[in-house]
T-cell receptor, first 110, second 112 residues
């Protein structure tokens, strides 16, 4: 059974702070990793994808991948109340299947 | 460009009834997926398809069936509905299978 683990939270940060979200995965041969944001009652939407070790930055978001440690993270800088949502980590295996974590609930306090 | 559309948005079924959840995408994506999301949980893959005429089981396929006769449509069939199938169902699609998934708005299903 392939697993993707996230801290369920809830995680609360003040507006303007850095939010740090973490994810570990069990399938060592996974190559593609994704962070989705899901607002309550809505469908997931892609925030970041990362395929290589290291950091990938897109605006206020930075994804970090360490394949040796089977660890992927998402940093949100200058957090805004509109960032309040559940963040889902997803891992693609070699067989075309995506595995999702249970999500981390983030609340940004104004 | 409507993206991924799903119908119905909501449905209540009695135990033992059957229904089909519809999913259509207009982006010419080869890969399509069906997920279920239980409250407070992540998404679990039910079935997926890599192209018309090709389907395969995901993590939780029991109690469901799919077909993929066209690139655009990927219906999910529930036979003999059970309370354990109460969930929110999302359909998604991608171009290559290794990139961003585009999700439909979801179908909220209750089985009582």
């Amino acid at each position: 059974q392939k697993e993707v683990e996230q801290n369920s939270g809830p995680l609360s940060v003040p507006e303007g702070a850095i939010a740090s979200l973490n994810c570990t995965y069990s399938d060592r041969v996974s190559q593609s990793f994704f962070w989705y944001r899901q607002y309550s009652g809505k469908s997931p939407e892609l925030i970041m994808s990362i395929y290589s070790n290291g950091d990938k930055e897109d605006g206020r978001f930075t994804a970090q991948l360490n394949k040796a440690s089977q660890y992927v993270s998402l940093l949100i800088r200058d957090s805004q109340p509109s960032d309040s949502a559940t963040y889902l980590c997803a891992v693609l295996d070699t067989g075309n299947q995506f595995y999702f974590g249970t999500g981390t609930s983030l609340t940004v306090i104004p | 460009n409507a993206g991924v559309t799903q119908t119905p948005k909501f449905r209540i079924l009695k135990i033992g009834q059957s229904m089909t959840l519809q999913c259509t995408q207009d982006m010419n994506h080869n890969y399509m997926y069906w997920y279920r999301q239980d409250p407070g949980m992540g998404l679990k893959l039910i079935y997926y398809s890599v192209g018309a005429g090709i389907t395969d089981k995901g993590e939780v396929p029991n109690g469901y069936n799919v077909s993929r006769s066209t690139t655009e449509d990927f219906p999910l069939r529930l036979e003999l509905a059970a309370p354990s199938q109460t969930s929110v169902y999302f359909c998604a699609s991608t171009t290559t299978g290794a990139d961003e998934q585009y999700f439909g708005p979801g179908t909220r299903l209750t089985v009582t």
